[in-house]
């Protein structure tokens, strides 16, 4: 998964705006609640096991297997 993703994730699940430290602790804390956090790790957990899917899916050729 790459880091695009995981800012998406935290956009839309935790409305944190950048995963970058902006060396500031307005900026980089957040008082984020059980769901908020629980909602955006299932996200990551099924888009990593989508993502693992679709490449077994494939072989080394590109060919889907049957």
């Known amino acids: 998964m790459n ?21 500031s602790d307005s900026l980089d804390f957040y008082d984020l609640g059980v769901g908020c956090i629980k909602d955006a790790l299932e996200l990551a957990y ?6 693992g899917l679709s490449y077994y899916a494939v072989n080394q050729e590109g060919k889907a297997h049957d």
């Open 3 to 23: 880091i695009a993703i995981i800012e998406s994730i935290a956009q839309k699940t935790l409305g944190i705006e950048t995963l970058k430290s902006r060396n």
């Open 46 to 51: 099924k888009t990593g096991m989508d993502a």
